[in-house]
């Protein structure tokens, strides 16, 4: 019985620590990096709390007064209160990547995120003013959404799931933008070109196929338009608390189908007579369309002389890359993005920000992310390679874009962005100057030089409809600079329309530049000398970027040949064209006809309370606002319960629940989770501690916890006798014998990330083993029960041990997943721990893999070895190569357990040790699952058809180990097999690997099936 109960505890301990738990929580993955430390204060307003690291300047000023005015905004939507909101705010991009407040990646593209436990909304400055201004209104209505979700008693935050993705971030946009937006109309446009303007229910089940954001906004200015912008809050809960088919029903008396097919003909009423014959046929010729490239091809840039253009593409499916080619064949002939995988670069900016070619076209300047910062790397492109040859972090200004090579090549022209202000900068490449152009609270952005160097085009809302007091921010206009005076010039050409993009012609007498004066997003043309102005395109739809503010065209600054991108069909192209190619068409210089823009259900709309609100702006005087320090007090976050429950019998009574708290500060630099469990007796009751300090680069935290383990062990006596205390009488005896292992343990771990693709790991922990045996005698007499007695038995105790644990990595990740596990990129972690106390053991750890996409399949290799030393190398429990996850065919339940003893047959002892080596090859066909990635596109089953080499041993002696095909009866010899398996993605939740094997050492079956459940594939 001792011996017996001995093997089950250290079988309980073992299992804790043959291979150390990772605090941290991943063995594998990438970063978030905290790379700089903010020192926030709070600057107050009357309803929110904005946390911020660039003081009282004016533009943190103007961002308080527009927070209120957002407040305003919505509170007459919601009619809803809002007191002390915090609201954290990051002087750029990069800066905001690295909060804490969000604990995943943050990309390039997500423009602020509201966090719905403390309705925490986490905004950076944009480029923009104007950007800033939407995001920081987009975001307060995430803050408004689950304000009302929080206070309302009958709903909690799981009646979120109720609330379809494109009504949250539709509605978010409308109360945002308004009904009228030309972004939206373009796509709402192409829709109806193209007959494919989406039921509710296709909207809800195929969020990928129509984006959220713009059909949500379309969807949610249709309800507003035709019921009224009262509709909003109603709509909203109803649809939480009902689920959306119910709230249709109670709030318009109309199912979800006739309301689909009523917001369907008000879309296309709103957008047909817009829309003529060949209004989207392109100009020049084609370039790069999803038929010979990806869905998204975008940012075209031109080299001086036209022959030769990058461009920003999805074409290797998993990744996005800036392509270069050869515009006489479209021959792609290098990836410039292969210089910004490098293991210190974390990203580049592709959504907003484009690159430029040198005036020899034999260099290139981009804008890379790396340590927190913008940096302009210099690439030598005349090669077969991408060389490059210099990294320049930019001293003084926080974050840039948009590089512009001057024409005598010894400068580059760049729009930065310094506490929130946007200006026009230089920097001379010889001698590492930064020049400031302007120095401004305007927006400076989209800036190009002149042929002869002197001025610089560049677009700023710096018209009469700009209040910075207010403040209000009105049209980006068309701007020109003298560099050598500094004089601004703002240019008479369509001051009620967004001016984007200016270019010069080569011969520096006109300017090219989009807009949407007409309604639409095309191409003109402004003559410097007789300010007449000339459309260009006449497309339906668009020359667009993903947003606004992304380069859309490029001019050749020798040959005037212009690459843009165009918009059709939901997706992006690019065309290249001659200047006599397009149809110039003289307009009027104060064309300003945005009718076409308008979102459904047109200009019939009821009263437009958002869109008027828009235009109101409130007048807080100065003294409403204050500034305090920040101190990081830890708050409840969430509360939640494991279940509770209560049982009773004639052995006793038990009881079962939980609850697990999350606490932090508003930063989330600390935070701490508490959890305590109840199972069965008093002496079940278990839980833990652990804190996580998120406050500097180095990431640490520490645990304390007890956690009770019980099992029974049963027995029947029916000869027992029991002492009435009178007499002793014959009984039966229902024996209950109670084991307790109580598992009590403190860990410290640390994580310092190098980027956001490398980190160093440590770990130390030490666990305490105690034991409770109890021994329960229940006596019944001509089976009736009369006694029932616990007592502890102590002789029977083991003495408590002691195990400790300590360990250090360093890892690597840049990998890029498909649906079922990494398609691209690498992966390996070196590590060596050290076991005390009780053991003695040093344990080390290799794991390297590497994996290439060439669409549609994926090459991987994984390189595996895992050993212990020491006097106790051999005490835990031996590693088992045959494992599913190791060596697949070999598996334990596929040997039979009655089979004789063979002298030919491999020996399931010769396949595990305290040491093994693994080699893995698998080529890897993406099955069913997203259109262009998978070969059967599918919207729910997820697969991944495997084709599969394995290898490996085990051994407890490297001098015991033989490498012989043939099992050696004395020796550990490797083990192989080949096989097929199919990797099924279970809604991301795991990933199910049915597999048939060859196992090439094994000579009982010919082939052998296996089935398990992994995170992902390796």
Same mark, same amino acid.
């Not at 939407?134 to 935050?157: A, I, P, R, S």
């Not at 890359?321 to 293991?343: H, P, W």
């Not at 003298?482 to 001051?495: K, R």
């Not at 990330?753 to 030490?766: C, D, N, T, V």
């Given at each position: 019985?001792?011996?017996?109960?001995?093997?089950?505890?250290?079988?309980?301990?073992?299992?804790?620590?043959?291979?150390?738990?990772?605090?941290?929580?991943?063995?594998?993955?990438?970063?978030?990096?905290?790379?700089?430390?903010?020192?926030?204060?709070?600057?107050?307003?009357?309803?929110?709390?904005?946390?911020?690291?660039?003081?009282?300047?004016?533009?943190?000023?103007?961002?308080?007064?527009?927070?209120?005015?957002? +407040?305003?905004?919505?509170?007459?939507?919601?009619?809803?209160?809002?007191?002390?909101?915090?609201? #954290?705010?990051?002087?750029?991009?990069?800066?905001?990547?690295?909060?804490?407040?969000?604990?995943?990646?943050?990309?390039?593209?997500?423009?602020?995120?509201?966090?719905?436990?403390?309705?925490?909304?986490?905004?950076?400055?944009?480029?923009?003013?104007?950007?800033?201004?939407?995001?920081?209104?987009?975001?307060?209505?995430?803050?408004?959404?689950?304000?009302?979700?929080?206070?309302?008693?009958? @709903?909690?935050?799981?009646?979120?799931?109720?609330?379809?993705?494109?009504?949250?971030? &539709?509605?978010?946009?409308?109360?945002?933008?308004?009904?009228?937006?030309?972004?939206?109309?373009?796509?709402?446009?192409?829709?109806?070109?193209?007959?494919?303007?989406?039921?509710?229910?296709?909207?809800?089940?195929?969020?990928?196929?129509?984006?959220?954001?713009?059909?949500?906004?379309?969807?949610?200015?249709?309800?507003?338009?035709?019921?009224?912008?009262?509709?909003?809050?109603?709509?909203?809960?109803?649809?939480?608390?009902?689920?959306?088919?119910?709230?249709?029903?109670?709030?318009?008396?109309?199912?979800?189908?006739?309301?689909?097919?009523?917001?369907?003909?008000?879309?296309?009423?709103?957008?047909?007579?817009?829309?003529?014959?060949?209004?989207?046929?392109?100009?020049?010729?084609?370039?790069?369309?999803?038929?010979?490239?990806?869905?998204?091809?975008?940012?075209?840039?031109?080299?001086?002389?036209?022959?030769?253009?990058?461009?920003?593409?999805?074409?290797?499916?998993?990744?996005?890359?800036?392509?270069?080619?050869?515009?006489?064949?479209?021959?792609?002939?290098?990836?410039?993005?292969?210089?910004?995988?490098?293991?210190?670069?974390?990203?580049?900016?592709?959504?907003?920000?484009?690159?430029?070619?040198?005036?020899?076209?034999?260099?290139?300047?981009?804008?890379?992310?790396?340590?927190?910062?913008?940096?302009?790397?210099?690439?030598?492109?005349?090669?077969? $390679?991408?060389?490059?040859?210099?990294?320049?972090?930019?001293?003084?200004?926080?974050?840039?874009?948009?590089?512009?090579?001057?024409?005598?090549?010894?400068? #580059?022209?760049?729009?930065?962005?310094?506490?929130?202000?946007?200006?026009?900068?230089?920097?001379?490449?010889?001698?590492?100057?930064?020049?400031?152009?302007? $120095?401004?609270?305007?927006?400076?952005?989209?800036?190009?030089?002149?042929? $002869?160097?002197?001025?610089?085009?560049?677009?700023?809302?710096?018209?009469?409809?700009?209040?910075?007091?207010?403040?209000?921010?009105?049209?980006?206009?068309?701007?020109?600079?003298?560099?050598?005076?500094?004089?601004?010039?703002?240019?008479?050409?369509?001051?009620?329309?967004?001016?984007?993009?200016?270019?010069?012609?080569?011969?520096?007498?006109?300017?090219?530049?989009?807009?949407?004066?007409?309604?639409?997003?095309?191409?003109?043309?402004?003559?410097?000398?007789?300010?007449?102005?000339?459309? @260009?395109?006449?497309?339906?739809?668009?020359?667009? &970027?993903?947003?606004?503010?992304?380069?859309?065209?490029?001019?050749?600054?020798?040959?005037?040949?212009?690459?843009?991108?165009?918009?059709?069909?939901?997706?992006?192209?690019?065309?290249?064209?001659?200047?006599?190619?397009?149809?110039?068409?003289?307009?009027?210089?104060?064309?300003?006809?945005?009718?076409?823009?308008?979102?459904?259900? &047109?200009?019939?709309?009821?009263?437009?309370?958002?869109?008027?609100?828009?235009?109101?702006?409130?007048?807080?005087?100065?003294?409403?606002?204050?500034?305090?320090?920040?101190?990081?007090?830890?708050?409840?976050?969430?509360?939640?319960?494991?279940?509770?429950?209560?049982?009773?019998?004639?052995?006793?009574?038990?009881?079962?629940?939980?609850?697990?708290?999350?606490?932090?500060?508003?930063?989330?630099?600390?935070? @701490?989770?508490?959890?305590?469990?109840?199972?069965?007796?008093?002496?079940?009751?278990?839980?833990?501690?652990? +804190?996580?300090?998120?406050?500097?680069?180095?990431?640490?935290?520490?645990?304390?916890?007890?956690?009770?383990?019980?099992?029974?062990?049963?027995?029947?006596?029916?000869?027992?006798?029991?002492?009435?205390?009178?007499?002793?009488?014959?009984?039966?005896?229902?024996?209950?014998?109670?084991?307790?292992?109580?598992?009590?343990?403190?860990?410290?771990?640390?994580?310092?990330?190098?980027?956001?693709?490398?980190?160093?790991?440590?770990?130390?922990?030490?666990?305490?083993?105690?034991?409770?045996?109890?021994?329960?005698?229940?006596?019944?007499?001509?089976?009736?029960?009369?006694?029932?007695?616990?007592?502890?038995?102590?002789?029977?105790?083991?003495?408590?041990?002691?195990?400790?644990?300590?360990? @250090?990595?360093?890892?690597?990740?840049?990998?890029?997943?498909?649906?079922?596990?990494?398609?691209?990129?690498?992966?390996?972690?070196?590590?060596? &721990?050290?076991?005390?106390?009780?053991?003695?053991?040093?344990?080390?750890?290799?794991?390297?893999?590497?994996?290439?996409?060439?669409?549609?399949?994926?090459?991987?290799?994984?390189?595996?070895?895992?050993?212990?030393?020491?006097?106790?190398?051999?005490?835990?429990?031996?590693?088992?190569?045959?494992?599913?996850?190791?060596?697949?065919?070999?598996? +334990?339940?596929?040997?039979?357990?009655?089979?004789?003893?063979?002298?030919?047959?491999?020996?399931?002892?010769?396949?595990?040790?305290?040491?093994?080596?693994?080699?893995?090859?698998?080529?890897?066909?993406?099955?069913?699952?997203?259109?262009?990635?998978?070969?059967?596109?599918?919207? +729910?089953?997820?697969?991944?058809?495997?084709?599969?080499?394995?290898?490996?041993?085990?051994?407890?002696?490297?001098?015991?180990?033989?490498?012989?095909?043939?099992?050696?009866?004395?020796?550990?010899?490797? #083990?192989?097999?080949?096989?097929?398996?199919?990797?099924?993605?279970?809604?991301?939740?795991?990933?199910?690997?049915?597999?048939?094997?060859?196992?090439?050492?094994?000579?009982?079956?010919?082939?052998?099936?296996?089935?398990?459940?992994?995170?992902?594939?390796?």
């Amino acid at each position: 019985m001792r011996l017996r109960f001995l093997i089950f505890s250290w079988f309980i301990a073992l299992i804790l620590l043959v291979i150390p738990s990772y605090s941290l929580g991943q063995y594998f993955g990438q970063n978030k990096v905290n790379y700089e430390k903010f020192n926030f204060e709070i600057y107050e307003t009357p309803h929110f709390e904005i946390y911020n690291y660039q003081g009282t300047t004016d533009a943190m000023k103007r961002l308080g007064r527009q927070s209120e005015h957002w +407040y305003d905004r919505h509170f007459a939507i919601f009619r809803d209160t809002i007191t002390q909101n915090p609201l #954290i705010v990051y002087n750029n991009h990069p800066d905001f990547q690295q909060t804490t407040v969000i604990s995943g990646q943050i990309g390039v593209g997500t423009g602020g995120v509201t966090e719905a436990l403390r309705k925490r909304a986490v905004i950076p400055f944009m480029i923009s003013n104007k950007e800033t201004d939407h995001v920081l209104g987009h975001e307060m209505v995430h803050v408004f959404q689950y304000n009302m979700v929080k206070q309302n008693d009958t @709903l909690g935050l799981q009646s979120l799931q109720n609330i379809p993705l494109w009504m949250i971030e &539709g509605m978010a946009e409308y109360l945002s933008i308004g009904p009228e937006d030309n972004k939206t109309a373009m796509w709402m446009r192409d829709a109806v070109i193209h007959d494919d303007v989406p039921s509710i229910r296709e909207m809800t089940r195929k969020p990928n196929e129509y984006f959220p954001y713009r059909y949500g906004h379309a969807f949610w200015s249709f309800i507003t338009g035709t019921w009224g912008d009262a509709m909003v809050e109603p709509v909203l809960l109803a649809t939480a608390k009902y689920g959306l088919n119910r709230a249709v029903d109670r709030l318009f008396g109309l199912t979800t189908d006739s309301l689909s097919t009523l917001w369907q003909k008000s879309v296309r009423n709103t957008y047909e007579p817009y829309i003529k014959e060949d209004t989207i046929k392109p100009v020049g010729r084609n370039m790069f369309t999803p038929e010979n490239s990806g869905e998204l091809n975008l940012s075209p840039v031109l080299s001086p002389d036209g022959k030769h253009m990058t461009f920003i593409s999805n074409k290797d499916v998993i990744t996005v890359d800036i392509f270069m080619a050869n515009t006489e064949d479209r021959k792609i002939i290098k990836k410039l993005t292969s210089a910004v995988r490098q293991g210190d670069i974390d990203n580049y900016n592709y959504i907003e920000s484009a690159g430029s070619f040198s005036p020899e076209g034999d260099r290139y300047v981009m804008t890379t992310i790396a340590k927190g910062r913008n940096r302009l790397l210099i690439a030598d492109i005349e090669g077969d $390679d991408v060389d490059v040859t210099n990294q320049v972090n930019i001293k003084g200004i926080q974050a840039f874009d948009n590089p512009e090579w001057s024409p005598d090549g010894e400068k #580059i022209l760049l729009t930065g962005l310094v506490d929130g202000q946007s200006d026009l900068y230089t920097y001379h490449v010889k001698s590492g100057e930064i020049e400031q152009l302007t $120095d401004d609270p305007y927006s400076d952005l989209h800036a190009a030089w002149s042929p $002869d160097g002197e001025k610089i085009a560049f677009i700023s809302e710096r018209g009469s409809d700009t209040d910075l007091e207010k403040p209000v921010y009105g049209k980006y206009r068309l701007c020109t600079l003298d560099v050598e005076t500094g004089n601004v010039e703002v240019l008479p050409v369509f001051p009620e329309s967004d001016i984007l993009s200016p270019q010069f012609s080569p011969d520096g007498e006109s300017l090219y530049f989009l807009s949407h004066a007409d309604g639409y997003r095309n191409l003109y043309e402004y003559e410097l000398e007789t300010e007449d102005v000339y459309r @260009l395109t006449e497309f339906v739809t668009g020359i667009s &970027g993903i947003t606004d503010l992304a380069p859309a065209y490029s001019v050749a600054s020798e040959t005037g040949e212009i690459a843009y991108t165009l918009y059709g069909n939901d997706r992006y192209s690019v065309y290249m064209a001659k200047p006599e190619d397009f149809d110039r068409v003289r307009v009027d210089k104060n064309l300003a006809d945005e009718s076409a823009s308008m979102l459904p259900p &047109g200009r019939e709309r009821v009263l437009n309370i958002v869109g008027n609100n828009l235009k109101r702006h409130s007048n807080l005087p100065e003294t409403s606002f204050s500034k305090k320090s920040y101190d990081p007090e830890f708050q409840l976050d969430y509360i939640g319960s494991t279940g509770v429950g209560v049982g009773s019998s004639q052995f006793g009574t038990y009881a079962s629940g939980g609850v697990t708290a999350l606490w932090s500060d508003v930063l989330k630099r600390h935070q @701490l989770i508490t959890n305590l469990q109840v199972q069965g007796e008093i002496y079940d009751i278990g839980g833990y501690v652990s +804190y996580l300090n998120q406050e500097n680069r180095l990431n640490w935290g520490g645990s304390v916890s007890h956690i009770p383990y019980r099992y029974s062990y049963y027995a029947f006596d029916p000869n027992a006798s029991y002492d009435t205390g009178e007499d002793t009488i014959a009984v039966s005896n229902f024996i209950i014998e109670q084991t307790r292992i109580f598992h009590d343990q403190f860990s410290l771990f640390g994580q310092y990330p190098l980027s956001k693709k490398l980190r160093f790991e440590a770990g130390a922990s030490i666990s305490r083993y105690s034991y409770m045996i109890q021994r329960i005698n229940n006596y019944y007499l001509r089976g009736v029960p009369i006694d029932r007695e616990k007592n502890r038995v102590p002789e029977q105790e083991p003495d408590p041990f002691y195990v400790g644990n300590a360990y @250090l990595a360093y890892v690597g990740d840049n990998t890029n997943f498909g649906i079922t596990g990494p398609l691209g990129g690498y992966r390996y972690r070196f590590q060596a &721990g050290k076991m005390f106390a009780s053991y003695d053991i040093i344990n080390t750890q290799f794991d390297y893999r590497n994996y290439y996409f060439q669409n549609p399949f994926s090459f991987g290799i994984r390189a595996l070895h895992y050993a212990r030393y020491g006097p106790d190398a051999n005490r835990l429990y031996p590693l088992y190569i045959g494992d599913h996850y190791y060596v697949r065919g070999y598996s +334990y339940n596929s040997y039979n357990r009655d089979q004789t003893y063979n002298p030919n047959y491999l020996n399931l002892n010769s396949m595990v040790g305290s040491k093994m080596g693994v080699l893995n090859a698998e080529v890897r066909l993406p099955f069913s699952g997203p259109e262009r990635l998978t070969y059967i596109q599918s919207k +729910y089953f997820y697969t991944t058809l495997v084709g599969f080499i394995d290898g490996g041993f085990a051994t407890e002696d490297y001098s015991n180990l033989a490498f012989s095909w043939e099992p050696l009866q004395d020796k550990n010899t490797p #083990i192989f097999s080949m096989g097929l398996a199919l990797r099924v993605n279970l809604f991301g939740y795991a990933v199910l690997e049915p597999y048939a094997a060859i196992p090439f050492q094994r000579n009982d079956k010919n082939i052998t099936f296996g089935l398990f459940i992994r995170g992902s594939g390796w």
